[in-house]
């Protein structure tokens, strides 16, 4: 294989089949926004078709956050909120330990992923260490620079993440930048990293 070959990640053959395959692994699809009306709900749906027809062996499951009402960390509880936001932050954690890897479905807000995200993995450490994450992004610059703040935090928490990510454009795969109709060329992004999610979160599982 040529230098640019290589440099852009074209694969061949012989490096496909170098891939980990670990049955039953289980991998969290993240929706990573909790604002109403979000666009992040097309895309972690369109993650999930996509995955789930790959028929990897693994078993693929959206997690909401919006579904989960943490309580901002730290934050004094009071009576009547306190069960219920213990409650919350448990089922949390006990969700986010129960995956073997994790794709962040994550818009862009200020350079950033959003606040809702990063709140929620502040609660967790143990749950997600040695484990590994992918990215699908989305904003004016495919939510790049959301990933790379992403990459910061889960260096942090332990988390391995892979290389290639999947970045939607809020221009060229949204109409009005609202209903979501992602461009083809995107499933071969998809696709490799998939391979690489699945592949270090087979070799991650000795050392979890
Ligand atoms: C507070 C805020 C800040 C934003 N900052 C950026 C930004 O820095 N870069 C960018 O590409 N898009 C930015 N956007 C646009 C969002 O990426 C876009 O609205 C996206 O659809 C938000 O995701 P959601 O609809 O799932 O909440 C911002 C949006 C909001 C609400």
Do not use: C
């Not at 040529?2 to 440099?7: A, E, Q, S, T, Y």
């Amino acid at each position: 294989m040529g230098f640019l070959d290589k440099l852009f990640g074209k694969s061949n053959k012989k490096e496909e089949d170098a891939v980990v395959k670990v049955d039953n692994l289980k991998i969290a699809i993240i929706q990573g926004s909790v604002r109403e009306g979000r666009n992040g709900e097309a895309v972690a749906n369109w993650m999930y078709d996509f995955a789930t027809k790959r028929n990897d062996n693994v078993d693929y499951e959206i997690v909401d956050l919006a579904k989960y009402d943490l309580p901002l960390l730290g934050e004094e509880l009071t009576e009547a909120n306190q069960v219920g936001s213990e409650t919350a932050i448990k089922a949390w954690s006990d969700k986010m330990a129960s995956f073997d890897g994790y794709i962040f479905v994550t818009p862009e807000y200020n350079h950033a992923a959003g606040g809702a995200l990063k709140n929620a993995l502040d609660f967790l450490k143990p749950e997600v260490a040695n484990k590994v994450a992918g990215f699908v992004g989305y904003g004016s610059l495919g939510g790049t620079r959301a990933h790379e703040n992403l990459r910061l935090i889960l260096g942090e928490l332990q988390v391995a993440d892979v290389q290639t990510a999947v970045t939607f454009s809020l221009m060229t795969d949204f109409v009005n930048m609202s209903e979501f109709k992602p461009a083809d060329y995107h499933e071969a992004n998809a696709n490799q990293m998939l391979d690489q999610v699945i592949s270090w979160t087979g070799a991650f599982n000795s050392l979890r």
